[in-house]
């Protein structure tokens, strides 16, 4: 098992720009989130879900979608990167929402 | 926010000490999950202790938990050099979807 996996690894974009972070598992986890981790602040929730179809915004989920097309699947969109944007993100999933998460190693994102 | 703390921010030991760190939260949890970071790398589940109860151990781990104080700490026994890393402890709420994680402990083991 590949276990989380997430793509890109690093990526700079400029003001305005938009991209996708992109996160897979193949673990049929059924809960999957996205973090964003800066000095300091530890990693704080940006969006989640509980299942294909279903999502929920976390702590800062301003400037960025998500969808959950599919088990496996739980995309990241930056809709009109800022620099506030700068950060590691990462992705994780597990079996439930009570249970150990797993996650990727991370994309590390630059906007200027 | 609803993030917890630890403490201390950073901390700087010999190998073969104990090394202790501490976590305190805000809200009623289910569980309290402890997790290890490496530099540069995502992070890794290392122990996860319920809501009632009070301590567990893994091998050279040992969590405790007073759900009256809201805080935890980990405990790390005989530590090597490999233990350098950063240490996040992470809330799960009872009426909630979502993990707050504490801001972290920087450990550094001096071989």
């Known amino acids: 098992n590949a276990g989380v996996t997430q793509t890109p690894k690093f990526q700079v974009l400029k003001t305005g720009q938009s991209m996708t972070l992109q996160c897979a598992q193949d673990m049929n986890h059924e809960y999957m989130s996205w973090y964003r981790q800066d000095p300091g602040m530890g990693l704080r929730l940006i969006h989640y879900?509980?299942?294909?179809?279903?999502?929920d915004q976390g702590e800062v989920p301003n400037g960025y979608n998500v969808s959950r097309s599919t088990t496996e699947d739980f995309p990241l969109r930056l809709l009109s990167a800022a620099p506030s944007q700068t950060s590691v993100y990462f992705c994780?999933?597990?079996?439930?929402?009570?249970?150990?998460?797993?996650f990727g190693p991370g994309t590390r994102l630059t906007v200027l | 926010s609803q993030q917890g703390e630890e403490d201390p921010q950073a901390l700087s030991i010999q190998e073969g000490e104990n090394a202790t760190m501490n976590c305190s939260y805000k809200?009623?949890?289910?569980?309290l999950q402890w997790y290890r970071q490496n530099s540069g790398r995502g992070l890794v589940h290392l122990i996860l202790i319920r809501s009632n109860e009070r301590e567990k151990h893994s091998g050279r781990l040992r969590v405790t938990l007073d759900t009256s104080k809201k805080s935890s700490s980990l405990l790390i026994t005989a530590s090597r050099a490999a233990d350098t890393a950063s240490y996040f402890c992470?809330?799960?709420?009872?009426?909630?979807?979502?993990?707050?994680f504490g801001t972290g402990t920087s450990l550094t083991v001096i071989p």
């Open positions: 994780a999933s597990s079996s439930a929402r009570y249970n150990e998460q797993f």
């Open positions: 809200t009623s949890i289910n569980n």
């Open positions: 992470a809330t799960v709420s009872n009426t909630g979807n979502q993990f707050y």
């Open positions: 879900s509980v299942g294909a179809g279903i999502t």
